[in-house]
């Protein structure tokens, strides 16, 4: 129930992404993990000890993907987060014209599917901190 309710929500996501995305997500058909494009919030948090297992600081360049991105990745077992194979993937986030890459090493709640909650000094690449959310981050994996 739940793995197909995220399933559902992040065709969703895809249907939603802007209509210049399309052709990399036809190409990445049937490797949707690899290069399709996701898009929505970015917020940021002080990191502590994350779902991957990794104690990490607000300077460490990591993120926290979505529960439905994170319990949906191949491989993910939800009785040992510790062990999903999304940590350490590294995904490449653009906002505007700036861009940077950050390393999956958390879980967000509170996120909606394509949401971002970056370290501040991740954040702070792509917008000032005063903004606290920004919308329409676009992010694929490298
Ligand atoms: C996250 O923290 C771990 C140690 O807990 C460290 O090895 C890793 O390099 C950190 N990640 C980043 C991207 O800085």
């Known amino acids: 129930m739940k793995l197909s309710n995220s399933a559902t929500v992040l065709l969703a996501a895809v249907f939603l992404t802007p209509a210049y995305s399309a052709p ?51 491989g993910a077992n939800p009785s040992n987060p510790n062990k999903n194979p999304i940590c350490g993937k590294k995904l490449r986030a653009t906002y505007g014209t700036k861009s940077v890459v950050v390393t999956v090493e958390d ?6 599917t394509g949401d971002l909650d ?8 792509l917008a000032s901190l005063d903004k606290g959310r920004i919308h329409a981050v676009r992010w694929q994996w490298v």
Do not use: E, W
Request: charged share 10%.
């Open 107 to 112: 879980r967000c709640v509170g996120c909606a």
């Open 24 to 74: 990399m997500a036809m190409q990445s058909r049937g490797s949707m993990a690899t290069s399709t494009s996701h898009s929505g919030d970015g917020t940021f948090y002080q990191p502590a000890l994350g779902a991957c297992g990794k104690k990490n600081t607000s300077h460490d360049l990591i993120v926290a993907v979505s529960h439905a991105v994170f319990d949906s990745y191949p």
């Open 118 to 125: 970056f370290t501040s000094t991740g954040f702070g690449k």
